[in-house]
């Protein structure tokens, strides 16, 4: 499935990033802004970044349920995540807005 068409990055892609990143040792939160410098790309209207949280957050579950991540650090990564798509529930950014590219 095309997450972003702008970069063409698919879910796939996503989620081998989130095995990279999510395997470093001081792993970082993976906003999509993060998961898209891992993939040396960058947003260019941001109007993926509600997908690209939903299959962040999809991925992150599948890949702890089967034991490629570490569960304790995707609990304090599903509730980061989590608070990224109350923000974006209750307040709809312009696709153009820096600060869903984060
Ligand atoms: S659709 Fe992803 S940056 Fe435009």
Do not use: W
Not at 2 to 29: K, R, Y
Not at 84 to 90: M, P
């Amino acid at each position: 499935m095309i997450v972003c068409s702008c970069q063409s990055v698919s879910d796939f892609d996503i989620e081998l990033a989130l095995l990279d990143i999510l395997n470093q040792p001081e792993a970082p939160i993976p906003t999509p802004g993060v998961v898209y410098r891992h993939m040396q790309k960058r947003m260019q209207c941001c109007g993926c970044a509600p997908l690209a949280v939903d299959v962040i957050y999809a991925k992150l579950e599948d890949l702890e349920r089967r034991g490629l991540v570490c569960p304790y650090l995707s609990v304090s990564t599903r509730e980061r995540l989590s608070r990224i798509q109350l923000q974006l529930g209750k307040q709809p950014v312009p696709a153009g807005d820096p600060a869903l590219c984060e």
